[in-house]
Nanobody, 125 residues
Framework: QVQLVESGGGLVQAGGSLRLSCAFS????????MGWFRQAPGKEREFVAA????????GYADSVKGRFTISRDNAKNMVYLQMNSLKPEDTAVYLC??????????????????WGQGTQVTVSS
């Protein structure tokens, strides 16, 4: 069974930065594409960023493109989300997801088999 544990969330002022981490365990990390999603109160869970198994391909939601960077360290079974120039509208619970059947990477939450519990990110104005 895959386990995903997120960390690194917190309270930050608008314009600030945070780096989220997700620790993967339980299966072979390199057989999973990884993604970050977020969910704000009263809103649907939305795609943020995704990365292929090798780390060579990445994708981003338009709302975060140019501000957020997803990366992975296959030696450490970790995936990261560097978030810069944060805005109040980035406030949400951020969740890490793992998908074994994803061809390269995916923006669809239905393609991910496993989810972490999430870490809260709050951006004050």
């Amino acid at each position: 069974q895959v386990q995903l544990v997120e960390s690194g969330g917190g309270l930050v002022q608008a314009g600030g930065s945070l780096r989220l981490s997700c620790a993967f365990s339980g299966r072979i990390f390199t057989t999973y594409a990884m993604g970050w999603f977020r969910q704000a109160p009263g809103k649907e869970r939305e795609f943020v960023a995704a990365i292929s198994r090798s780390g060579g391909s990445t994708g981003y939601a338009d709302s975060v493109k140019g501000r957020f960077t997803i990366s992975r360290d296959n030696a450490k079974n970790m995936v990261y989300l560097q978030m810069n120039s944060l805005k109040p509208e980035d406030t949400a619970v951020y969740l890490c997801a793992a998908g074994q059947t994803v061809s390269v990477y995916s923006a669809s939450r239905n393609d991910y088999n496993y989810w972490g519990q999430g870490t809260q990110v709050t951006v004050s104005s």
